[in-house]
């Protein structure tokens, strides 16, 4: 069967002509579009050119223009006399900057050898470098000589993340004499980085700031303002040329009213001894002496301290990282009982007031003794000459307890200093109300017997004491100062206080050296005569057991468990000029190591030669000055630390 066939429509047929416009729509199209972006491109041009041009000079000014700081140089410390205590000296120096180095290990293989880095030295970079910021600079080497400081120069294309800089380091010319005394400088650390609110300043290779004593407290006066050089470099950070220079202002200079040279003398007659001297010029408070022995030396930490020099100072137990003068508390012992006179006499005793001292006293079930007794009967100005305990064991009971601590308290006991020291520690005088706060029980009877002789919970520090000898001779509330800034100060009269109860104190004090008391055989070898007051204090309960079979002697103990030997001081015992604490840790008896130590210090007050040609034989006898003692020491420590051997501790005897 044949079917219909459907008709299917067709398209219409497409002309040139419909051709030839639809192309010319694309075209405009696409013209119109190119147009508008070429505009857009030229309009951003123009903009960045014409509006922009400032920003973008700015910009490319900076990327081949750099500013790099120039650390100010610090601040001198000087003496009374203007000798620097702390002082600036030419700096060739390496730091290695760890964001920059490309290569670690081969750029301190490099340093090693061109520097000649000991084992110990590139130890101490490797661990400064794993706790480093990158930004931070870590110091390779200081001190430099011309030549290797040159050869690190030449070399720096090759060692990325290496800046050799020509600086200023900081200087101690007395080197351990004043270690307690000025503090130290080190790099500084992330916290202080960030407390300064990211001062560039800090991270500037070779800027130190001031870590300890008077470099600490005083560092915004000593750090000066830094300078700052403009540099062109290439887009690879290489130097071309520097531009222009804003040199650095120095700090201020700070004067102290130390006395260098009495500083020094004090400081090596101390010999191996752990010891702590402050000596105070009375009219005006000024501290001329401040010696915590042993010390450290503060160039070794501006230089950057080994390791070796660190573990061989924390394994020493006369602790020479602590400043003694005022961190170091302890009994007084004796030496307060002169003050403690003193408040007897406004409590109303009667100073020819005998009692009878049999060596031995009870008190209740307890036994008190006398060290230097029997002294048979004996009056006050006897009993402080011959430093008799019974006498004041019972006087102060008469007195009463609220009569001695008000007085003592009067005379330094307990008070803060305002000194630039970021740390110090005040002891304790005590009273029945901070027994009860303190240790939640009643004040007794043997606790005013224990604090009439300076034991028991009395704890002062040297500089106290000191202060108590200069209030004592003066009558007025003296206040050390050891910056020397403008006029001496008024001191005002200490209320309450009779004078003539302070000068029979000075009497008994100068009968303890030059009539036959305690000290006699210690009396100045010039005219101007010496005063003062021994003083032992116990650092071990002595048990009636030992009593009875034989107290033991300091030697027979090991060195920690002696006594503390105290010897505090004034001269001329006439007219009275300087005061003076000298303490030595667990010398014994104060008569034994303190109060010759006085003696020779007091000398080269009036006669320097004389003390001096003693000093120069001492130290013959101990194995050379300050220096040559502790380099001796560091090595015996090196050669026992290389060969596996335990070094041998430090000690503190003579």
């Known amino acids: ?256 009213t130390i006395d260098a040279e009495l500083q020094s003398f004090v400081a090596r007659r101390c010999g191996e001894q752990s010891a702590a001297v402050a000596v105070i010029d009375v009219p005006s408070g000024d501290i001329l002496c401040f010696v915590s022995m042993p010390s450290y030396d503060p160039n070794s930490f501006s230089d950057g301290i080994s390791h070796a020099e660190w573990n061989m100072m924390a394994q020493d137990e006369r602790h020479p990282m602590i400043n003694k003068v005022l961190q170091g508390l302890y009994p007084p012992g004796s030496t307060s009982k002169p003050m403690t006179a003193v408040a007897l006499l406004k409590a109303g ?108 919970y009395v704890l002062v520090n040297p500089l106290q004491q000191a202060v108590m000898v200069s209030r004592i001779v003066s009558g007025r509330k003296v206040m050390p100062r050891i910056i020397a800034e403008g006029p001496a100060p008024a001191f005002d009269p200490l209320e309450g206080i009779d004078e003539e109860h302070l000068a029979f104190v000075r009497a008994a004090m100068t009968d303890v050296v030059n009539g036959g008391g305690t000290a006699s055989r210690f009396r100045l070898p010039v005219p101007e005569m010496m005063a003062g007051k021994t003083g032992t204090a116990q650092v071990r309960r002595i048990s009636m057991a030992e009593r009875a079979s034989g107290v033991r002697s300091n030697a027979s103990l090991a060195w920690r468990m002696r006594d503390h030997s105290w010897f505090v001081c004034f001269a001329p015992a006439q007219a009275p000029r300087y005061a003076a604490c000298f303490l030595v840790e667990h010398g014994g008896f104060g008569a034994s190591a303190a109060a010759p130590m006085a003696r020779d210090v007091m000398t080269y007050l009036f006669d320097k030669d004389r003390a001096m040609a003693t000093l120069a034989a001492m130290e013959q006898q101990w194995g050379g000055t300050i220096e040559q003692r502790m380099e001796a020491r560091a090595r015996t420590w090196a050669a026992a630390a290389a060969a596996g051997e335990s070094p041998p501790a430090p000690t503190g005897h003579l």
């Open 349 to 456: 005793i009667d100073p020819e007031q005998r009692i009878n001292c049999q060596r031995a006293w009870r008190l209740g079930n307890a036994v008190f003794h006398c060290s230097g007794g029997p002294h048979g009967p004996i009056a006050m100005h006897q009993a402080i000459a011959k430093s008799c305990d019974i006498y004041f064991y019972q006087m102060a009971l008469q007195a009463g307890v609220q009569n001695i601590s008000p007085v003592a308290r009067q005379f330094g006991m307990g008070e803060r200093f305002d000194l630039p020291f970021p740390s110090q520690r005040y002891g304790t005088w005590p009273d029945p109300e901070w027994l009860q706060r303190r240790f939640h029980r009643e004040w007794q009877s043997y606790d005013t017997v224990n604090m009439s002789i300076g034991q028991g």
């Open 1 to 256: 069967m044949i079917g219909r066939r459907r008709n299917r429509p067709t398209s219409p047929a497409v002309t040139e002509l419909a051709q030839a416009t639809s192309f010319s729509r694309r075209a405009i199209f696409l013209g119109v579009a190119q147009a508008g972006v070429a505009g857009l491109l030229a309009g951003r041009m123009g903009y960045i050119a014409i509006a922009q041009n400032q920003r973008y000079r700015e910009m490319a000014e900076d990327n081949r223009v750099q500013e790099r700081l120039i650390p100010p140089r610090r601040g001198w410390i000087v003496d009374r006399h203007g000798r620097p205590l702390a002082a600036n000296r030419s700096d060739f120096r390496v730091d290695l900057i760890p964001d920059r180095l490309e290569d670690k290990e081969r750029v301190i293989a490099e340093l090693a050898r061109i520097l000649d880095l000991t084992p110990d030295a590139l130890a101490q970079l490797r661990e400064d470098l794993a706790n480093a910021a990158g930004f931070q600079p870590v110091p390779v080497a200081e001190n430099l000589s011309f030549e290797k400081y040159a050869a690190i120069t030449l070399r720096q294309p090759e060692l990325p993340g290496v800046a050799p800089m020509r600086a200023f380091a900081r200087f101690y010319p007395e080197g351990a004499a004043v270690g307690h005394l000025v503090g130290y400088v080190g790099t500084p650390n992330r916290e202080e980085y960030e407390a300064e609110n990211r001062n560039p300043l800090l991270i500037a290779p070779g800027f130190k700031i001031g870590k300890n004593g008077i470099e600490k407290v005083e560092e915004q006066r000593l750090r000066g303002r830094p300078g700052a050089a403009r540099i062109e470099v290439t887009a690879r950070g290489r130097l071309v040329r520097e531009l222009t220079t804003r040199p650095d202002v120095s700090g201020a200079p700070l004067r102290t």
